[in-house]
């Protein structure tokens, strides 16, 4: 119902424009109708039957019809009412193009007459075409490097339609940076125009996005739209910008090459190849640092490449850069700066001055020996550091300033003790784990002359036997001396002390090196028994030091003295005479042999032997006394003369002896004097009284012959030192190595002394002999009476 309503609407509307510009030819017998296109079906066209002037019965009759293709197919006639109408719906595009007048030709037969008649229908446009784009979407390309005023042809829409129904305008929507230029060509048509008002920027807005509308000049007008898709191209007009101007980051030393560090970012606002960037460091960075760091050239990444070491450098500086990919290529730049944190990987270090030090063994506590620098590379806490050194030594450290340590004395040093010291030194660090480092100090103690040089012994007994060749050695002594060197060079020598009033450096020598004491003289143990001698050893240091010892020097006895006979004396030539009465009984004293011998001991024990005699059976000779006796009564049948060999010996080994000849005479005429001394021998006590009465003579006779002895000596002596003062050469008196023949002189001296004139005593002889042979203590004050010169001086050196 209310389709139908709006239809009729329509149609009545139609009709009222129908009316308006139909009209009929009749000018012609031409029949046009006009009427706009795409009228409804069934829209009346026009009254034919009127047209023609004919009545509607006689359009049956006559058999009235439509007749050409076209107006045949769009429009039909109804014969009831003679009205031409819309059979199809006309769409003037369709029919006619774009021609700009469109007509439908169409004829009409009538029969009974037949008549053609001709007509035409004019098609009138109607605004019933909006203007279309062919492409819904204009899409345009601009670099951002164009420059205003650059103009871009837009597709132009189509409007099927003609005239004022065509395509009358292109607009855009607002927009500051565009505008839209129209232009018509020669042929009619519109072309529209991009302008490019303000210049691009793509990284401000990469694209434009707006409607471009066409409108008709039709009433209703009508428009047809196109999206228009700009696409800014990108030029490599930014540059890489790093997001931070300085990078600052932290690593600590040690760490494995290839930790990440940090990473660096740059960006570029261009896009594509513009904004594909490169990472690198720039030639302003360090070879180290290029060493010690990779940047990874995509990622930025920044790795340690090698060992870092805080004592090194406790930071680094590199410049990166990154570089785009554009065309040409722009740098941004930045800088990174990267600090170590330290570890503790350094023990502290240990530099000493030197690593032997001196110190004199009498250094005073407190002198410095040697210096000590410790250093810790590392830095806070890992290079702090306390030291240390063993207590018990006579060393302390002490500090001297930062980092500098002195080790001084702090006790005494004795280098015969401890010749050097090998001390730990210890630094430790306070970081943890701690480092240590210990270092071992030497400390050589240098001698000082400390000690003197010490004999073995205070005194030494050293035993001579005389008689030794010159040049032979006694005796060696050593000292030791403790220090070193210099210090410790003993040389040897005799502290001058005189024996017999001769430097001692006569009697011995010593090697001043190694101490052996050489005799400078053979000794004559009947000259000098002993004698004291101070060694002394001295060192080489400066000053020196010394000490002595005492040698006492013994000189020992040995058999080099022949017994000799004093008593009887020789008279005539090499033999002694003897007179004794003929009347004598057994055991009548002949005479007493004396012997001495200058030897001491057993070499000095004589004993008598009857050798030889004429008739053996006459003679006894007592073995130890030396009397020679007569063994039986002298018979009428005896010889009147003679003759015994005596044999005197010591009992030496080898001993040596004397023999004596003696003459015996016997003569009746001679009283019978001694008679009784044979009866002394056969009574033994009245013997020892008769000892003691001699002994008494004896001394005093002695004492005398002592003093006259000495006198004469003395006087001797003075003469000789004379000569020894004037020639140097020795005396009698101190002549140690030959003294025999002195001795013998001597003697003979003696007993001219003691028997002067034909007188003599024969209890001075018992007594001598007696003095000799009971001991050698005895011996010695024998010595001494023989000997009166040399003895004595030699008892004074004691
Ligand atoms: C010093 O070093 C030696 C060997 O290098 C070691 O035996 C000793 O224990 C160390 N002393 C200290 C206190 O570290
Ligand atoms: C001392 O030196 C001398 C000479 O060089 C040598 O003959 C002697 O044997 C040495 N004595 C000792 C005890 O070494």
């Known amino acids: ?186 042929d009619g048509i519109l072309i529209a125009e991009l302008l490019l008002e303000k210049p691009l920027d793509r990284e401000l807005q990469s694209s434009f996005r707006m409607t471009l509308t066409a409108t008709d000049g039709g009433i209703p007008q009508r428009s047809g739209t196109a999206q228009i898709l700009i696409t800014v191209v990108d030029i490599n007009d930014n540059p890489p910008v790093f997001d931070h101007e300085i990078y600052r980051g932290r690593i600590r030393e040690n760490t494995l090459p290839g930790t990440l560090v940090m990473k660096v970012k740059a960006i570029d606002l261009d896009e594509g190849l513009n904004a594909e960037l490169t990472y690198s460091f720039s030639k302003l960075s360090s070879a180290r640092a290029h060493e010690l760091f990779n940047l990874d050239p995509h990622t930025g990444e920044i790795r340690t490449a090698g060992e870092l070491d805080f004592e090194e450098a406790n930071s680094y500086s590199l410049d990166i850069q990154a570089v785009d990919h554009g ?41 410095l020996i040697t210096l000590i620098n410790v250093i810790d590379r590392d830095s806070g806490e890992n290079g702090r550091f306390r030291c240390e050194m063993p207590k018990n030594t006579p060393f302390r450290l002490r500090t001297s300033s930062k980092n500098y340590y002195e080790v001084i004395t702090s006790g005494s040093l004795d280098r015969e003790l401890v010749p050097e010291y090998e001390i730990p030194f210890v630094a430790w660090d306070l970081g943890s784990p701690s480092l240590s480092t210990n270092k071992t100090i030497q400390i050589v103690i240098t001698d000082v002359n400390d000690n003197a040089p010490r004999f073995s012994e205070t005194s030494y007994n050293v035993y001579v036997m005389e008689n030794k060749a010159p040049g032979t050695s006694i005796f060696a002594v050593t000292a030791t001396d403790p220090d070193l060197d210099q210090n410790s060079y003993v040389s040897y020598s ?199 009465y001699l002994i008494v003579i004896f001394g005093c006779t002695s004492v005398l012959f002592l003093v006259i002895i000495i006198l004469l000596i003395g006087i001797k002596c003075k003469q000789d030192r004379k000569i020894i003062e004037e020639y140097n050469s020795p005396s009698c008196c101190y002549r140690v190595g030959d003294s025999r023949d002195t001795f013998h002189s001597r003697l003979a001296m003696e007993e001219t002394l003691r028997y002067p004139g034909s007188g003599r005593v024969v209890s001075v002889p018992e007594a001598h002999r007696y003095s000799v042979c009971l001991s050698p203590e005895s011996a010695k004050s024998d010595f001494l009476f023989l000997k009166p010169c040399a003895v004595p001086t030699s008892q004074a050196n004691r």
């Open 327 to 367: 065309l040409p290529a722009i740098i941004g730049h930045s800088k990174v700066l990267i600090a170590i944190i330290d570890a503790n990987d350094n023990a502290p270090e240990i530099k000493l001055s030197s690593t032997t030090s001196n110190v004199p063994e009498n250094a005073p506590p407190g002198t």
């Open 1 to 186: 119902m209310a389709n139908s309503a709006i239809r009729s609407g329509v149609a009545f509307k139609t009709f009222a424009f129908l009316i308006l510009v139909c009209t009929l030819d009749l000018f012609s017998g031409h029949i046009h109708y006009t009427i706009p296109e795409e009228l409804e079906l069934g829209a009346v066209v026009g009254n034919i039957a009127h047209d023609l002037g004919m009545n509607v019965p006689q359009l049956s009759a006559r058999k009235l019809r439509l007749t050409s293709e076209a107006g045949g197919q769009y429009m039909k006639v109804n014969l009831d009412n003679g009205i031409l109408s819309i059979r199809e719906r006309i769409d003037r595009e369709h029919v006619c193009g774009q021609t700009s007048v469109c007509t439908i030709p169409f004829e009409i037969i009538l029969e009974n007459p037949l008549a053609l008649h001709r007509g035409e229908v004019e098609i009138l446009d109607i605004n019933d075409n909006s203007p279309t784009f062919r492409d819904s979407t204009i899409a345009l390309q601009m670099s951002e490097a164009f420059a205003p005023g650059v103009r871009f042809r837009l597709d132009s829409a189509e409007d099927p339609d003609i005239g004022i129904n065509t395509i009358a305008a292109y607009t855009i929507g607002s927009n500051e940076q565009f505008n839209l230029k129209t232009q018509r060509t020669e």
């Open 494 to 692: 005799f502290l001058e002390n005189p024996i017999q009033d001769l430097p001692a450096s006569n009697y011995l020598s010593i090697n001043s090196l190694n101490g052996t004491i050489y005799a400078l003289h053979s000794f004559d143990y009947e000259n000098l028994k002993s004698f004291q001698i101070h060694v002394q050893a001295r060192d080489a240091g400066v000053p020196p030091l010394s000490s002595s010892a005492t040698l006492n020097v013994i000189i020992l006895d040995q058999n080099d003295n022949p017994p000799v006979i004093i008593s009887p004396s020789r008279q005539k030539g090499p033999a002694a005479m003897e007179i004794l009465p003929q009347s004598v009984g057994q055991g009548y004293l002949i005479t007493k042999i004396i012997a001495m011998d200058a030897d001491s001991g057993q070499n000095a024990r004589l004993s008598y032997h009857l050798q030889r005699s004429t008739d053996p059976s006459l003679f006894t000779l007592g073995q130890n006394s030396g009397e020679l006796r007569t063994a039986r009564p002298i018979l009428e049948s005896d010889t009147t003369s003679q003759t015994v060999v005596i044999l005197v010996k010591d009992n030496g080994q080898p001993s040596l002896s004397s023999t004596l000849t003696i003459h015996i005479t016997a003569l009746e005429n001679i009283t019978e004097r001694t008679t009784e001394s044979s009866n002394f021998v056969a009574n033994p006590e009245y013997f020892s009284d008769l000892n003691l």
